[in-house]
């Protein structure tokens, strides 16, 4: 399938890959004791969504299980695999006339057929389905999928017909101020049209896109610079990276490009002016040290919550030596105190979704300790997995003052070091792994050493420019 008539370096994603997942799964159920014969598995695709109540799309994203097993771009399907032949069948809706002036041409079945290489085509209209969404909990989210409803609204008196009618009035009159806004986003806009801004998130996506034909992100953007780099997702709605870049700071830039739903998850740490400080080098350097002692452990068979202990034990032995920690740090594991400095976990798996799932089948719980909690996998490290490898050492103000108030970690802390770094922020550094029959695949390939850092944004690079804040209102 080709993602893109235009596509310039992109892969060609085949539906042979979802085909051998369809099997694959196939093979698996007919395996699992207790499954009955002639079985049916029913998967339920994403649905198109609108803006609240406008006509305003979102822009669609398949459904994580529905495009591992078909491969499906398209919104609101259906779809159907027989357990003891394989035979996999698509239901597709049928669409009015109206979507051929709108939304292009509406194709035959045939055509979907073909595309995705399933046995049969049928229109959702035309069957009863029965619609057995056959999800289970999400292990990271804790969401199931569930009927929407709002319990208790027979408790309230509604009136769903005076108040409408009063708003679409006001809103088609504008402010001034609502003027003022809309020609910002006008003026932005169209500035975006003829040039390429100095917003990281916004270059990433533009080269994402326009390299490898990546729509979607894997996950909003975090790009915190100075001491929002501690934040361990910032670049949400509240904090949309909006801060400006100041000389001297830290920047942490979490991003990744997603492909055919397929996802990558990347962290930098460098300094703004290309120039590591001798703390900023002495924190990255701690942090470069736990990855590439982790990676360098990984195997097929060892635990993944070893794997975030000796991160954690990294961090203590370099924290010790940069003069923020004193004592043993046998000691200091006891008391937990790596996850003051890393309260994440080290990784999580990745796939279609970029907290994978499968961290945690029935019979595996998570260890429920500071930090390792925190972890997506609780299990043991197979061949063939994609995890990340994500230490971070944050200094976040309120886990450093717990820490301090608690003089069972206190006594380890030296102050007065601390006290330089409250405003640091944080470094963190992750790259994804595939795990192989001895050891790992690193597939990420950005600059990790500080030399190579300073090197790249000394030669190439353009350290990203400080940039003016945008408006407010
Ligand atoms: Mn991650």
Not at 229 to 238: C, E, F, P, R, T
Not at 246 to 274: H, K, Q, R, W
Not at 356 to 385: A, C, F, I
Request: hydrophobic fraction near 35%.
């Amino acid at each position: 399938l080709s993602a893109s008539a235009h596509s310039f370096k992109c892969i060609l994603v085949s539906a042979a890959l979802f085909a051998e997942n369809r099997r694959r799964l196939c093979q698996g159920l007919k395996a699992k004791e207790g499954i009955v014969s002639k079985s049916v598995v029913v998967l339920q695709g994403g649905e198109q969504k609108q803006r609240y109540c406008t006509d305003t799309d979102i822009l669609f994203r398949q459904e994580s299980f529905f495009h591992w097993a078909f491969g499906v771009t398209e919104s609101d399907c259906f779809a159907a695999i027989d357990v003891d032949s394989g035979k996999s069948i698509l239901f597709v809706p049928k669409l009015p006339e109206s979507y051929a002036t709108w939304m292009g041409e509406i194709y035959p079945k045939q055509h979907f057929k073909e595309r995705y290489a399933v046995d049969e085509v049928h229109y959702t209209c035309d069957v009863s389905l029965p619609v057995l969404t056959q999800r289970g909990q999400n292990t990271d989210s804790g969401s199931i999928s569930r009927e929407a409803s709002f319990e208790g609204i027979s408790r309230f008196q509604v009136n769903n017909t005076l108040l409408y009618p009063v708003i679409v009035e006001c809103r088609l009159i504008k402010t001034d101020m609502e003027l003022e806004v809309l020609r910002y986003t006008n003026r932005i806009s169209s500035e975006a049209h003829k040039m390429v801004c100095f917003l990281p998130c916004s270059l990433f996506q533009h080269h994402c896109y326009s390299q490898g034909g990546m729509r979607h992100t894997s996950y909003t953007c975090i790009c915190g610079t100075g001491s929002n780099s501690s934040i361990l997702h910032y670049g949400h709605a509240g904090a949309p990276n909006d801060k400006t870049i100041v000389d001297g700071d830290m920047c942490l830039f979490d991003m990744g490009g997603e492909y055919y739903c397929y996802s990558s998850d990347i962290t930098c740490s460098f300094p703004a002016n290309g120039k590591f400080t001798p703390d900023q080098r002495a924190i990255y350097e701690a942090v470069l040290k736990s990855s590439r002692a982790v990676m360098a452990a990984i195997k097929p068979g060892v635990k993944w919550t070893n794997m975030h202990r000796l991160a954690d034990r990294v961090h203590l032995e370099e924290l010790v030596k940069i003069g923020i920690l004193k004592g043993n740090v046998e000691d200091m594991m006891k008391v937990h105190l790596g996850s003051v400095f890393m309260p994440h976990g080290l990784g999580h798996l990745l796939g279609i979704d970029v907290h994978d799932v499968g961290g945690y089948p029935e019979g595996v719980d998570r260890v429920n300790e500071p930090g390792l909690r925190s972890l997506r996998m609780g299990r043991l490290v197979q061949e063939r997995m994609v995890l990340t490898v994500e230490p971070g050492i944050y200094f976040i103000n309120h886990l450093l003052d717990q820490a301090l108030a608690n003089d069972a970690q206190s006594c380890f802390i030296n102050n007065q070091e601390l006290a330089r770094f409250r405003s640091f922020g944080g470094v963190r550094i992750e790259d994804d792994i595939a795990v192989t029959a001895d050891g790992v695949e690193l597939l990420t390939c950005v600059p990790r050493t500080v030399e190579e850092i300073e090197a790249f944004m000394a030669d190439s690079a353009k350290p990203f420019s400080p940039v003016v804040s945008s408006e407010k209102f």
